[in-house]
């Protein structure tokens, strides 16, 4: 842990608004390279964190946390980004979490989806097969999420409607054109996800 | 929180040595706001433990962000905080007040969300 780079004296941390203010945390999902990091820079009003999560591929006991313990386990990291927005007025922050769409970062996922307003799933039309293991398990959680595509120099020209079948989903569920490196772009997804969790509050979610 | 599936998570050796709550899943969400009580850290309380007091000195920060500025992970971070909160060093605030109601599974109310709406809104058409 030595070997970690510690603030600097000098860099004060953008600490949170003194006045009473609630947090909500939207999720930015998606496989890699697809723009996550990009779309929390763009949104977020501070410099954005990034945490490594250590995590073993196996199951680990709890009575299994010893140091030769460790060193036996084949461990995974897998990196985080946090971004943050102050809505105007300071009454909410919203905490954008760049999480990765793997199913075997599962146990990571439990903690940060926790309690999240919904998740804009990122696609690439390139691939967009990709993005189906983030939405299952999105999907699994009861997460609402609306699908944002990015648009690459040199991504097919694909009809949103097709995109739409091909991702198969559900005829409520938002699907946008996203340019992750513009912030209206970007503002316009999250809007369409904002509006969507609301419409979908009563509709079975949050209920297990 | 208090899912098993936290307890696969790994922690640091440096962690997995001394105090016995280290392997238990935090009470604690990933945005809940930490700020330093200004009680003195005791002979128990490791040098993390210390920078993550002193980082919430002048200010308050999510777990999330003390994760980010320390560079710990998250799972971490969160139970340093628990720690810190049962030893009297750190005052804790939920995210929102719904994060008390269980039937919605700690997500936003209606409300919060509509309000969310509009705040993104007056974003976009600054
Ligand atoms: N044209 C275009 N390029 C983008 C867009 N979003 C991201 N990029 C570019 O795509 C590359 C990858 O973006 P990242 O934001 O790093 O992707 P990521 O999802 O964080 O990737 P991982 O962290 O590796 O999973 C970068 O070079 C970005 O500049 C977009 O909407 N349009
Ligand atoms: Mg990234």
Redesign the pocket.
Known sequence: MDSKPSVSPDLRPAYLPEREHQRVKILVA??????????IRTLSQIPTLHTEEVMTDAAVGTDDLSLAGLRDKKTTTV?I?FGRLTLPGDRIVLYLH?T?GQRRFLPLWEGIAFGALGALV?ADTRRLDESFEVMDLIEERGLPYAVAV????DSPDYDLEIVRSKLDLHPDTPLVT????EMNSSLNALIELTAHSISSVGVGVGAS | MSRDKHQRRLLPAYLATGSGTASLPSTLDTLTALRASGRPLASYHTPVHGRVVELVTDGSLTAVEIAGYLGLPVSVCLMLAEQLVGDGLLNASVPTPDALAPSRAGRPSRQLMEEVLSGLQALRVA
């Open positions: 998606g496989p890699m390279g697809v723009g996550k990091t990009t779309a990196g980004d760049g990765p990122l990015n648009i690459f120099p996203c340019d992750a490196r």
